[in-house]
C-alpha cells in the first residue's frame, strides 16, 4: 500500500491517520509542498493520496503558486478510482478541484467541537462506526460548497460541510480527525501566538479542555482514520479483480 502525502506548512503529523497507516503496513512517501517540493507526477505509483491542512487559503495561488496543480491532482487520483482524503485545507482544495465555491474567511471554529453525521453519513465507509455526534478538533476560518454530485456526510451549526464524499472514495474533513491529544499538545506549544490570536484564553485553559474532550476526539479520530484506511484496501482489491 503506498501512500502519498502532500504537506501544506510544517508541523503538520498525520497522528490518528499515521497510526491507521501504520497497522494497514503502508509506505508513506511525504511531498512538502510549502518548502518547494514537486508533487507527485503520475498517479500510478501511488495507491492513495493524502493532502494535509495549512495556513494558507485553498485560492492563495500568489503565494502558494502549486495549489491549481495539487487541485488537479486530488482530481486525477479521484478519476483513477484511487483513495484521496483532504483534511482542513485539503478538504477546501479538493473543493476548488470540482468547481465548488471556496469561501474564505467566512467560518471560524477553534478547538474541540461536537459534529454531526448526516444519514448519508451513517452509510458511509468513512464515518459509519460513529453512532451520530461526535468530538473532533478543529482550526479553520474558510469553508466551501459543497461540490456537484458530492455525498454529504457531516455538519454542524457552525460549518455546514463539514465532510463530503465524491465517488467511490475521495473524501473530504473540515475537521482535524487526525488530531489526536499528541498531535494538539505539539500544536499548543509550536503555535502559541496563533492559537492566542485565534481563541484568546485557551491556552491557560488548555488543562481542563483537554480532559473533557480529548479522548473522546482520540476515538471518534482514529475510527475515521481506520474508516478512510480501508477504502484503500478496497481499491487495491478491486484492481486486483480486474
Not at 500568489?62 to 483534511?87: C, D, N, S, W
Amino acid at each position: 500500500m503506498r501512500v502519498a502525502v502532500v504537506e501544506n506548512m510544517r508541523n503538520t503529523p498525520l497522528g490518528a491517520l499515521g497510526i491507521a497507516l501504520e497497522e494497514a503496513g503502508a509506505e508513506i512517501e511525504w511531498f512538502r509542498a510549502w518548502d518547494g517540493e514537486e508533487l507527485p507526477k503520475d498517479v500510478a505509483a501511488h495507491d492513495a493520496l493524502v493532502v494535509l491542512g495549512g495556513e494558507q487559503n485553498a485560492l492563495d495561488d500568489e503565494t502558494h503558486p502549486y495549489l491549481p496543480e495539487l487541485a488537479q491532482l486530488m482530481r486525477r487520483f479521484e478519476e483513477a478510482e484511487k483513495a484521496v482524503l483532504g483534511i482542513c485545507l485539503g478538504s477546501q482544495i479538493l473543493a476548488r478541484a470540482y468547481e465548488a465555491e471556496n469561501l474564505i474567511g467566512a467560518t471560524h471554529e477553534f478547538g474541540w467541537k461536537t459534529v454531526g453525521v448526516t444519514e448519508e453519513g451513517r452509510a458511509d465507509p468513512l464515518l459509519s462506526d460513529l453512532a451520530g455526534d461526535f468530538t473532533i478538533f478543529q482550526w479553520h476560518s474558510d469553508t466551501f460548497s459543497l461540490p456537484a454530485g458530492a455525498v454529504h456526510l457531516a455538519t454542524n451549526a457552525v460549518t455546514r460541510n463539514q465532510a463530503f464524499r465524491i465517488g467511490r472514495a475521495a473524501y473530504g474533513t473540515q475537521f482535524h480527525f487526525e488530531a489526536n491529544a499528541a498531535v494538539v499538545e505539539g500544536w499548543r506549544t509550536e503555535f502559541k501566538a496563533s492559537i492566542e490570536r485565534n481563541e484568546p484564553g485557551w491556552l491557560q485553559r488548555y488543562a481542563e479542555i483537554a480532559a473533557q474532550h480529548a479522548p473522546a476526539a482520540e476515538i471518534a479520530g482514529l475510527a475515521i482514520a481506520r474508516g478512510w484506511v480501508r477504502t484503500i484496501g478496497a481499491d487495491a482489491k478491486l484492481q486486483a479483480a480486474s
